[in-house]
């Protein structure tokens, strides 16, 4: 069995583990006498240790200055035997039968061989400390699973915090010898946008006739989805899946071709009885193939990390600024002059330009 | 005939003019032995001297820092005199006709005895030094409307450049008395969000059955618009356009309802035949008199004012780290890093951010 944790004094006792280091394993046991070292931590995720890759996770998600210093050196340590997995974002409204897709989904992959871990990136765990996959329950086979590692959305002030620690979540889990990863999001806010960001392939989840088509079009979903897969897709709902389907196929064309060379497919499934689960991964591994081998796969992943530098780069430049109590002082004062008319919005800019 | 003129050299004789002040006649006609001085442009611009205006906006346009200097302080004097206008951007794709829509539309409403100056923005005029409005001898009445102002796109470097000249030409030409500003601008590219962020209504041009009502909802098009104009609805077009009114109408009322308390419309029009145009007036007008009675026509323009405002300090931080050539240079490396797998894209953020 496979759990996570949340806080960084819930180790578990390394017994449970498989093949670890003699080392990580030792000081792990001893946590109470002894915090472990970041190379015990490295050595335990390297090795397959379940325990030393929760107790890595939360470094990485902790607000604690010391906590974070750790787990850039882990992160750095684990980079050379990260990135060698395909990582899957599934998005979908609420109702759409996401975890038991994600359950059917992981568990298919598991017996391939495979070894899945599930994360998620919720933007309203912002608020709520960690919503979506809280309730493992909803995945009881896969949370059973010794070849599945099931971490909850990460909490966070905004969700570009969320994402980063989502993104350096992925690396510590390949360093971990996870080879396919599923990143869920609610299918609301802007988390698909950052999730995309983040995957190679793209799934959407649909039922037919719930009419949210052009919620999907005007948010610019449906045009990141390499794959729409119709849920619920049996008995009397079987048909609607099936005229939706040829519909979603239609919407589909409409879109202009894709960089990757791939055109988006749509799929029925039921996800309840296990049906076109192992077609949906097939497809993703004709994607994988084809993506591979005309390197699309390989120069996406390096635009979306320059993507993620550049917006670190420029999230910080503005808090930074933003931050300075003295630019705080005229940007209020500039806002108020702006309210009454007394100064456009390009001087304004300049005074408050000019306190850096 | 109202002119408009590119370069400061291209003065044109104050005799032409109406009313003006004498001091700034003086100087306007005397302008090869002597610039005029801000104060000179400034008085003619509040006494509705179009070279005056003219002049006044090509220092605005100008990328010389003498130029940008003087454009402020007559910016500053024209403040006080601005704002009392109605701002109406115009949309639609290429052959919608929106040149004849506009010619129409402001005959009718100089026939009314409103003051019409149209500006543009145009994206792709940043390249190819300014593209729309060039050729006003598409709008061959409205030219020599001497209650008309017709003043080609500016050029830039970058959308954000332009949208700032057009902003900052708005208020010279409120303040020489123009209370109708049209701002065209071409249906692609990101142009339609600048003039949404600077117009009081946004109207939308479309054809019955051109086909693009996918990419209009996928781009936000549709839902930024106040009314949908179907321009051509003539002859044999009539049954057609008819039935995309309902259409649009239709699709109009997924969306949410407005902050404005307003229900966008739709109306046919044929800008050929004169048809539809005085119904697109009285229609604006009813939207006018709405907002002004609940107060979202003043908190709108403030709420632009504070966006126009952020937007400048935020390219400025951006252009002002990444012009540091030392930042410029770690940013390489770690970019050069980042693609050999050696960093995260946090910890190259955090290197390039250390340059600071």
New interface residues.
């Given amino acids: 069995m496979t759990t996570s944790d949340n806080t960084p004094e819930s180790i578990k006792p390394a017994s449970t583990q498989g093949t670890t280091n003699a080392i990580a394993i030792k000081n792990l046991k001893n946590k109470r006498l002894q915090q472990p070292t970041t190379d015990d931590l490295t050595h335990g995720i390297i090795n397959g240790n379940m325990t030393a890759l929760s107790r890595a996770i939360t470094l990485v998600e902790s607000t604690n200055k010391d906590h974070q210093k750790k787990a850039?050196a882990i992160?750095?340590l684990c980079?050379?035997h990260?990135?060698r997995s395909i990582r899957i974002g599934i998005t979908g409204v609420p109702g759409v039968g996401k975890s038991t897709f994600i359950e059917a989904f992981g568990m298919h992959l598991t017996g391939l061989g495979k070894k899945v871990a599930v994360l998620a990136v919720d933007p309203s765990s912002t608020l709520s400390k960690g919503s979506i996959l809280g309730d493992k329950t909803r995945m009881e086979d896969l949370v059973k699973n010794e070849h599945a590692y099931i971490r909850p959305s990460p909490s966070g002030n905004s969700l570009g915090g969320v994402a980063?620690k989502t993104?350096?979540t992925i690396?510590l889990c390949e360093a971990a010898g996870f080879d396919t990863i599923l990143i869920e999001t609610v299918g609301v806010g802007q988390s698909e946008t950052a999730v995309h960001s983040m995957v190679d392939f793209f799934l959407l989840l649909k039922l037919a006739g719930a009419g949210d088509e052009?919620q999907g079009?005007?948010r610019?979903i449906m045009?990141m989805a390499d794959a729409i897969v119709i849920n619920k897709a049996d008995g009397d709902n079987l048909k609607q899946a099936k005229n939706a389907k040829a519909e979603f196929g239609r919407a589909l064309h409409?879109y202009p071709a894709k960089d990757s060379g791939w055109k988006p497919k749509v799929l029925l499934a039921s996800a309840l009885k296990k049906e076109g689960i192992s077609e949906t991964w097939e497809l993703i591994n004709t994607y994988w193939l084809l993506t591979k081998d005309n390197g699309f796969f390989d120069s996406k992943r390096?635009g979306q990390?320059?993507?993620?530098?550049?917006?670190?780069?420029?999230e910080?430049?503005?808090s930074d600024?933003y931050d300075n109590p003295r630019v705080k002082q005229e940007l209020d004062r500039?806002?108020s002059l702006?309210?009454q008319?007394?100064?456009?919005?390009?001087?304004?800019?300049e005074m408050?330009?000019g306190i850096k």
Same sequence: chains 1, 2.
């Fill in positions: 850039e992160l750095n980079l050379p990260a990135n980063r993104r350096e690396i052009l079009i005007k610019g045009e409409l390096k990390n320059k993507f993620w530098m550049l917006q670190t780069i420029e910080r430049l503005k600024f500039q806002l702006l309210d008319g007394k100064t456009t919005p390009f001087a304004a800019a408050v330009l």
